[in-house]
Nanobody, 119 residues
Framework: QVQLVESGGGLVQAGGSLRLSCAAS????????MGWYRQAPGKQRELVAV???????NYLDSVKGRFTISRDNAKSTVNLQMNNLKPEDTAVYYC?????????????WGQGTQVTVSS
């Protein structure tokens, strides 16, 4: 069974930092592109950052230079370091795995973690 468990959300003032972590099932971690999405109230879910199995990264333009995605293969964890946070970063952040296995494959989601940035 694929599980994605997020942690690290919270309330922070503008200009502050937060680090989100997502612990994934070991069975799928090495065969998955891992990413973070976010959804603000009344808006569509959007891709924030992705890190592929090949090590390529892609970021939402508005977070480039402020957010960094990384993965710890030994712990089957993907992290999102968020610096210089802005009120417009306020959203529920979701961990996402795109699994390319033969038995297990597809898109999987975590339960989400709230990030609130006050001005």
């Amino acid at each position: 069974q694929v599980q994605l468990v997020e942690s690290g959300g919270g309330l922070v003032q503008a200009g502050g930092s937060l680090r989100l972590s997502c612990a994934a099932s070991e069975i799928i971690f090495s065969i998955s592109d891992m990413g973070w999405y976010r959804q603000a109230p009344g808006k569509q879910r959007e891709l924030v950052a992705v890190l592929t199995t090949g090590g390529r990264t892609n970021y939402l333009d508005s977070v480039k230079g402020r957010f960094t995605i990384s993965r710890d293969n030994a712990k089957s964890t993907v992290n999102l370091q968020m610096n210089n946070l802005k009120p417009e970063d306020t959203a529920v952040y979701y961990c996402n795995a795109v699994v390319y296995g033969t038995i297990v494959r597809g898109h999987y989601w975590g339960q989400g973690t709230q990030v609130t940035v006050s001005s």
